[in-house]
């Protein structure tokens, strides 16, 4: 299998996949409200779930540690959660709508050495979230939260850039 891409659909459940040496992608799903891949453990190249309009929360990847290349998730969410990740091989692409998300728990994954690409893009409280193709070793990093606050990790300072400017 070289990707699995889901369209169409209101809800997504995917018992038996633990391993997937292809790209995932959840997109364009305009009544999709959950999608669960309970033994997910390892995905790659990429990891992709963009444009789920009535999808809020993103935490059905309980046993999902390991994603061999990027990640990018845009949409409307205010939960993005995959607690047992313990690496990404590249970059990291996270956008959304809702103000209630914050950036926080995607910066404490660079911190903690779980991502290893040097592109870091998370903004949330935007109106028009963008899927974005990482270019590995880029060094982009990127936040904007809400009102436009500019954060710092100890990672270091993120750039606080209008998307206008990046063209995102």
Known sequence: ?????????QQLEILRIPNMRST?????????KSANFPELQMVGPSFVISNNP?????????KLEQIDGSVDVTG???????????EIKGG??????????????IYKLKNEDIIKGDTIICLSGISDPK???????????IEKENKGTTNTSA????????SDVVGL
Do not use: H, W
């Open 131 to 141: 899927s974005i193709v990482l270019q590995p070793k880029s060094g982009i990093v």
């Open 1 to 9: 299998m070289t990707s699995l891409r889901v369209e169409n659909n």
């Open 92 to 105: 990291i692409n996270v956008q959304t709508k809702s103000k209630r998300f914050k950036c926080e728990e």
């Open 76 to 86: 409307t969410f205010s939960e993005f959660e995959l607690s047992k990740l313990n």
């Open 155 to 162: 990672a270091g300072t993120e750039t606080l850039l209008n």
């Open 54 to 62: 009535s999808l809020k929360k993103i935490n059905g990847f309980p």
């Open 24 to 32: 995932l992608t959840i997109k364009d799903n305009q009544y999709l």
